[in-house]
């Protein structure tokens, strides 16, 4: 029985050596897990700061694409809009040109009509003229001729005076 005893005995000794050491080589292992784990967390967050200054730089770089590629938008539409401006003006000068060659005709054709009934009044009143002279003197005027080359002369000055000159 006693060497049972010390048998135990020294199986309970080997079984608390061994337990100690495992005790210290757990406490160990735990001490390194904690280490382990806090690398692990600054890794971690290491990890996630770069990737979200990457998104950060990603997404500046995507707006600022798309800003380009809207800058280089506009600036076709406002070639094609400055080229659709220059032809509009260019066919609205030539319609006002047109317009007022047709204004500059009809003053050319309203100053003919002028002169036409200017000479037909004033061959009017020449006419009246020599009735009028003819009753107070009782005789016909023979200088009807000089009259007549003084109303032709005056008619060419006054048609002279009114032309008007279209140019297009």
């Known amino acids: 029985m006693k060497t049972e005893e010390e048998d135990n005995d020294v199986q309970l000794q080997t079984r608390q050596e061994m337990q100690q050491q495992c005790s210290k080589a757990l406490e160990v292992a735990l001490k390194e897990n904690v280490a382990l784990a806090k690398e692990y967390q600054t890794l971690q967050t290491s990890y996630l700061d770069e990737k979200d200054k990457l998104m950060i730089n990603y997404e500046s770089r995507i707006k600022m694409e798309a800003t380009m590629r809207d800058y ?3 600036s076709v539409l406002q ?9 509009f003006f260019k066919q609205r000068g030539l319609y ?3 317009g007022l060659a047709r204004f500059q005709a ?5 100053a003919q009509k002028i002169l ?9 009143i020449q006419h009246i003229s020599a009735f009028l002279t003819s009753l107070t003197d009782g005789s016909p005027r023979e200088d009807s001729k000089e009259n007549k080359q003084s109303i032709s002369h005056a008619e060419t000055k006054d048609r002279q005076s009114h032309t008007v000159h279209i140019t297009v």
């Open 79 to 87: 070639s094609r809009m400055h080229r659709a401006l220059v032809e």
């Open 106 to 110: 009809a003053s050319q054709e309203n």
């Open 96 to 98: 006002n040109q047109a």
């Open 116 to 124: 036409a009934v200017q000479e037909e009044m004033s061959k009017t």
């Open 72 to 74: 280089l938008q506009i």
